[in-house]
T-cell receptor, first 117, second 119 residues
């Protein structure tokens, strides 16, 4: 079974400082990894994904994530945080399509990011 | 880009009544839609996978007779909470793939969610 761990329920960072939101995963085979962001009372918005290729993936709003196979991690990063980045961030993993008709996306519990002015 | 519209965004109903939530893909055909439930300060829990023209596949522990899912067209899936009770109060979110052969690399597009409150 696939799983995702986001070890921090909350991350606080000062505006302008770099931020990191941690994610580790467990899946059979090569993983497909995603980051989504959720603003209050809203659905999820896609930030970025890793499928294959370069381990450093760049996404929306200046976010990037680094895939580390040996550490089974996919941490989300941004060089300089903005107050508007404050939201709930979800890491998700999916195993490659197996032809079984289901390609369930498994989410972590989420990490609340608060950027302090 | 791909847009998924969910309606209503808020709904309050009395205990024992049924509530229907619609999920529409506005500019693409969604062969598969997913319904999630999110409790406060918790992650998304997949309830069911809805494939156009066929019965939905429910996750373990989800009552299919209580949460009726219909995916009658490539752009519309509905979730009906039947005989709702206060414990059904939650935030329900749908998502859809951008069509084509299912692939693990597909990005899911999410609706804005529907908050159900059962009195």
């Amino acid at each position: 079974a696939q799983s995702v761990a986001q070890p921090e329920d909350q991350v606080n960072v000062a505006e302008g400082n770099p931020l990191t939101v941690k994610c580790t995963y467990s899946v059979s085979g090569n993983p497909y990894l995603f980051w989504y962001v959720q603003y209050p009372n809203r659905g999820l918005q896609f930030l970025l994904k890793y499928i294959t290729g370069d381990n450093l993936v760049k996404g929306s709003y200046g976010f990037e994530a680094e895939f580390n196979k040996s550490q089974t991690s996919f941490h989300l990063k941004k060089p300089s945080a903005l107050v508007s980045d404050s939201a709930l961030y979800f890491c998700a993993v999916r195993a490659p399509y197996s032809g079984a008709g289901s390609y369930q996306l498994t989410f972590g519990k989420g990490t609340k990011l608060s950027v302090i002015p | 880009g791909a847009v998924v519209s969910q309606h209503p965004s808020w709904v309050i109903c009395k205990s024992g009544t049924s509530v229907k939530i619609e999920c529409r893909s506005l500019d693409f055909q969604a062969t598969t839609m997913f319904w999630y439930r999110q409790f406060p300060k918790q992650s998304l829990m997949l309830m069911a996978t809805s494939n156009e023209g066929s019965k939905a596949t429910y996750e373990q522990g989800v009552e299919k007779d209580k949460f009726l899912i219909n995916h009658a067209s490539l752009t519309l899936s509905t979730l009906t909470v039947t005989s709702a009770h206060p414990e059904d109060s939650s935030f329900y979110i749908c998502s859809a793939t951008t069509g084509g052969r299912p692939s693990g690399a597909n990005v899911l597009t999410f609706g804005a969610g529907s908050r159900l409150t059962v009195l």
